[in-house]
């Protein structure tokens, strides 16, 4: 039968605690963490954690159903027991107690935090971790490193299992990047701990630990798909019929949306989703629902998200304004399609919190002239960008211009 310490739990004192350990299980642990560990009722954990702590356990010990309940809600039903999570590493990094501290007060738990795996890997390797690209793609989309991709660049990426690194070393391969050097680091910090490198070119590690994380040393070859920085990529990178806002002018589009890190976009006839991906590119934290009704639309731009290593972008199948009702609330919205039919603009600008930014662009006339009367209406920016590119005449070259683009950029007051 489990102690009964919850009488010794004063009121205001932390409940819960999370507890990062590593594969050198109880050795590595300082001594705090094996009293939080030893002191709960409840002991909650992977099989593997709880095999780790087993001699310091004292209370009941729970594993993690399957599947695996993000509610936490067992943890959260026992506030103002002594509780006791378990975790990989830093559980604050990528970690259960990112999950857990969005439920539970910062003043109601206590994080130990051991080395994480990233920690673990840039020691191996050297490798200051500051200058690093981190990304954990256990149980996310390996599409997630796609954008880490440049020339010299070193990555670290947690899999979720063993064929993990094979996939991504045949994303890499398949992308320009055959060339880059691999790196697995199997079980660190533990008895079964094991270092393999190869390139990504040529995979063959087998029977890999299902704990692994794998350093990348970008290489590219000449025809890489490289993401760059910055705004206004290469139409050419992008899956589309025609239906894109192009790149000089998708450049100053994103200048005027003003990506700020955290932000929520609403893509209004997202064509190719082009505006939505680029948004997302600008910071992991951005956020977008790209809103089209076109189906084979909507499958390109889930293919041009996954390619482009956004999987997360959200697609919405759809017309406006009927489409908007049951959306999050945006802190920006882009309307470059469809904005001149009934309703849809001022559903957008009814959307919109105060302080919430507005770009919309127009080609037809008939757009254009819903922008001129918003702007004679509620003020913001109007502008008319022009393009002309350099394009063969005959035998000479001379300057083609594109159809001019207005624009609209509002803030609501």
């Known amino acids: 039968m489990a102690p009964d310490l919850s009488a010794s739990l004063l009121p205001g004192q932390p409940w819960l605690s999370i507890v990062g350990i ?8 300082g001594e705090r963490s094996r009293q939080a560990i030893s002191e709960a009722e409840f002991v909650f954990g992977g099989t593997r954690h709880l095999e780790l702590a087993k001699a310091a356990i004292t209370g009941e010990a729970h594993a993690w159903p399957q599947p695996f309940d993000s509610g936490m809600k067992a943890v959260t039903a026992l506030k103002g027991r002594k509780v006791c999570v378990l975790a990989s590493g830093d559980p604050l990094f990528f970690g259960v107690g990112v999950t857990l501290a969005r439920q539970i007060p910062a003043d109601e738990f206590l994080a130990y935090p051991a080395p994480s795996a990233f920690s673990l890997a840039a020691s191996r390797l050297g490798w200051a971790l500051q200058d690093v690209e981190t990304v954990s793609l256990h149980g996310r989309s390996p599409d997630l490193i796609r954008s880490l991709l440049h020339p010299g660049r070193k990555v670290l990426a947690l899999t979720s299992d063993e064929h993990g690194p094979a996939t991504i070393a045949k994303l890499l391969a398949e992308n320009g990047f055959g060339e880059s050097r691999i790196t697995v680091l199997e079980a660190l910090g533990g008895d079964r701990e094991k270092i393999s490198r190869v390139k990504a070119l040529s995979f063959d590690l087998v029977d890999l630990d299902p704990l692994n994380i794998i350093a990348v040393d970008v290489q590219a070859e000449p025809q890489a798909r490289i993401l ?5 990529l290469a139409d050419e990178l992008f899956e589309h019929d025609g239906q894109i806002t192009k790149r000089e002018v998708r450049a100053a589009t994103l200048a005027a949306l003003s990506p700020r890190r955290g932000e929520l976009l609403w893509d209004i006839g997202a064509g190719a989703g082009s505006i939505s991906i680029e948004w997302m590119l600008a910071h992991p934290s951005m956020r977008a629902v790209a809103v089209e ?69 127009a080609v037809t006339l008939e757009m254009e002239r819903v ?34 683009v207005t624009q609209w950029a509002w803030v609501k007051a």
């Open 22 to 29: 590593g594969e050198d299980g109880l050795a590595g642990l």
């Open 293 to 361: 009704h076109h189906p084979e639309r909507i499958a390109r731009i889930r293919r041009n998200a996954a390619s482009f290593g956004v999987p997360s972008l959200q697609v919405v199948e759809g017309k406006a304004p009927s489409a908007l009702g049951d959306l999050p609330t945006p802190d920006v919205i882009f309307i470059g399609g469809g904005g001149s039919k009934d309703g849809v603009l001022e559903a957008a600008i009814a959307a919109l919190p105060l302080g919430g930014r507005l770009v919309a662009n």
């Open 371 to 404: 922008l001129l009367e918003a702007q004679a209406r509620l003020g913001g920016r109007l502008i008319r960008l022009s393009v002309d590119r350099a394009e063969p005449v005959g035998p000479m070259t001379g300057w083609r211009a594109a159809m001019p």
């Open 228 to 232: 760059p920085l910055g705004f206004g």
